[in-house]
């Protein structure tokens, strides 16, 4: 035999029971606007409700005796999908990127992935930072600390570290979190990029009115076209 335990006071559904769905035989009833009707009976909640236009939900099934509350059900759905839509829009999550080094790097490539680094803490992204030994590099772990902390204090107004060095067979690994979140880290690069915007469109507004003044300067300074006489406009032939 199968034995269910069952929690105090019941299990919480995630649905709301409404109207005729719920079956118990009074409840403390909750008005439209939040008012306290007090304990009725279920036909009462239900007349009341169609008389009013509402839905009867239960809002706390748990309660002794459950509360329900009069009110658009059909609005108050469309209202919470609206928020949990806004609520998912708003949320961002913090991605880890990857960076892989040898021990032995050159300056060039070192600024390179470096820069990227940059971007990525810039971004709000965690950096994993990989250094990868081959052959005898195995044997000097130290060269592969060194680098991760130099990188480290590179980046440090950007980014911290989270996680610190570690080996982990061939390979060395640290995190770095960045300073910022995810969200400001966003906000700040939108701002970057209208300021940006703004300044390309005043840049171009003033090469517009340079170029209007210079035209209107050039005609006022234009020598003016000497009319020519009504003779220089006729056959000579047309004289005689």
Do not use: W
């Not at 069952?6 to 919480?12: D, E």
């Not at 911290?160 to 390979?171: T, V």
């Not at 003033?206 to 006022?220: L, P, Q, S, T, V």
């Not at 220089?232 to 004289?239: A, H, Q, T």
């Amino acid at each position: 035999m199968c034995l269910h335990h069952q929690p105090p006071g019941g299990f919480i559904s995630t649905e709301l029971r409404v109207n005729d769905r719920i079956r118990v035989p009074e409840v403390r009833l909750v008005g439209p606007g939040g008012e306290q009707v007090g304990i009725v009976r279920i036909e009462d909640a239900l007349r009341l409700a169609a008389e009013a236009d509402l839905d009867l939900v239960e809002v706390a099934p748990t309660a002794r005796p459950p509360v329900c509350r009069l009110m658009d059900y059909g609005k108050f759905k469309y209202e919470n999908a609206q928020k949990a839509r806004e609520s998912r829009r708003n949320q961002t999550n913090t991605v880890i990127k990857e960076m892989k080094l040898r021990p032995k790097i050159d300056q060039h490539d070192y600024d390179t992935k470096k820069g990227h680094v940059v971007r990525f803490l810039k971004a709000g992204d965690k950096v994993k930072i990989t250094i990868m030994f081959r052959g005898r590099e195995q044997h000097r772990p130290e060269l592969g600390y060194r680098l991760l902390q130099k990188l480290a204090a590179d980046v440090e107004d950007l980014g911290f570290i989270e996680s610190n060095a570690r080996q982990d067979g061939r390979n060395m690994t640290m995190v770095l979190g960045p300073h910022k979140k995810k969200s400001e880290a966003q906000a700040e690069v939108k701002a970057e990029k209208e300021q940006a915007r703004a300044e390309k469109a005043a840049e171009r507004e003033a090469e517009e009115a340079a170029d209007k003044a210079h035209r209107e300067a050039h005609h006022k300074t234009a020598t003016p076209k000497k009319p020519r006489r009504r003779s220089e406009n006729l056959d000579p032939d047309m004289e005689a």
